[in-house]
């Protein structure tokens, strides 16, 4: 504790110092060597995202976590690039079937430091689509930008929405995600997406006013009766998904994770999405960009169910046209 407090005294003496320099070249070299000097403040402390790394606050960035917590250095890290015309079509990604979603209950939501956190205390399941047993819900939080800015954890085909909510789910055996990290596919994850809507999503009026009531870290809020439903688009619609393996996206980044990313997003309005970012870190600065870059597939396969849409880039379907339109003209 004490070095990072000499490493951030230092930080600080320097930028003093950069502030009496008048001599226009020193100016020029000084914010370099600021920069470089106060990288060494930002490596220590606990995991953090980008966002939050300061030399007032130091810890640990993305790309460091693996000196901290070894499995986020692995081969099968989330979140991913879903590149979609490399998807493979897989018959056996039937509708999940969802139980218990409907049913309502009542707990708080928490501010973790790191997102926002919801433990749901009845049980709800999912099944089918190919999933090797029931997997019970413990938690959902979720990953945003700023102000609507791009902040989903996975992209598709390059694209980052502007946020993502993950379900986090357990095999129905084990009594604790500890035990059920253990197993190698102990954790089943749903994703989804949220897109920019004119309207507010009156479905949200009660997370959005608790959300608005943590602003500061390990601050809780108790929620009105919700249920999981009301968070995601009907059953109907949740037939396109991808799926693939990886890990948390937090440390330790276990590699325990079957993950379902969904095709349809969530609606929210601009208004409703900038309450998220009134969140605050542990500093106090916007929670904002709470988001871990996406990782390589190191040869994974990434499947898409039979309602999954295979999308073709404007350049490809240019050319296609291009190529149609040549063969159609007479010789």
């Known amino acids: 504790m004490r070095s990072h ?54 810890c640990s960035v993305p790309e460091k976590w693996p000196g901290g917590y070894m499995d986020c250095g692995g081969k099968s890290q989330s979140p991913i690039n879903i590149v979609t015309r490399k998807t493979v079509k897989d018959e056996r990604l039937t509708p999940i079937e969802f139980k218990n979603y409907q049913q309502t209950f009542k707990n708080s939501i928490t501010n973790n430091g790191h997102s926002v956190k919801v433990n749901i205390p009845i049980t709800c399941t999912i099944s089918g689509g190919d999933l090797s047993t029931t997997y019970k819900a413990v938690q959902f939080h979720l990953h945003w930008g700023k102000d609507g800015g791009p902040g989903s ?32 596919n102990g954790v089943a994850v749903l994703g989804f997406f949220y897109e920019v809507s004119k309207s507010p999503n009156r479905m949200y009026d009660t997370i959005i006013s608790g959300v608005e009531s943590v602003a500061s870290k390990n601050v809780s809020f108790s929620l009105p009766s919700i249920s999981l439903a009301q968070l995601i688009p009907p059953e109907q619609k949740l037939t396109s998904y991808y799926r693939y393996k990886g890990s948390l996206t937090t440390p330790p980044c276990s590699e325990s994770v079957v993950w379902t990313v969904f095709e349809t997003p969530i609606p929210l309005s601009m208004d409703q999405m900038k309450a998220f970012s009134k969140v605050q870190f542990y500093d106090g600065k916007s929670m904002a960009n709470n988001f871990r870059p996406v990782q390589p597939l190191n040869g994974r396969l990434v499947y898409r169910s039979a309602g999954a849409t295979l999308w073709v880039s404007s350049a490809l379907l240019a050319a296609a046209l291009t190529t149609a339109l040549g063969l159609s003209q007479p010789n």
């Open 153 to 184: 954890e996975h992209t598709v085909d390059g694209e980052q929405y502007p946020m993502e909510l993950h379900i986090v789910h357990m095999k129905s055996n084990y009594a604790d995600l500890t035990t059920a990290l253990r197993d190698p």
């Open 5 to 58: 407090r000499r490493e951030s005294s230092h930080c600080v003496a320097f930028s003093r110092l950069i502030q009496r320099r008048s001599n226009m070249q020193q100016l020029l070299i000084l914010p370099v060597l600021l920069a470089s000097f106060c990288t060494v403040c930002a490596g220590a402390g606990g995991w953090c995202y980008y966002s939050q790394s300061t030399c007032d606050h130091p």
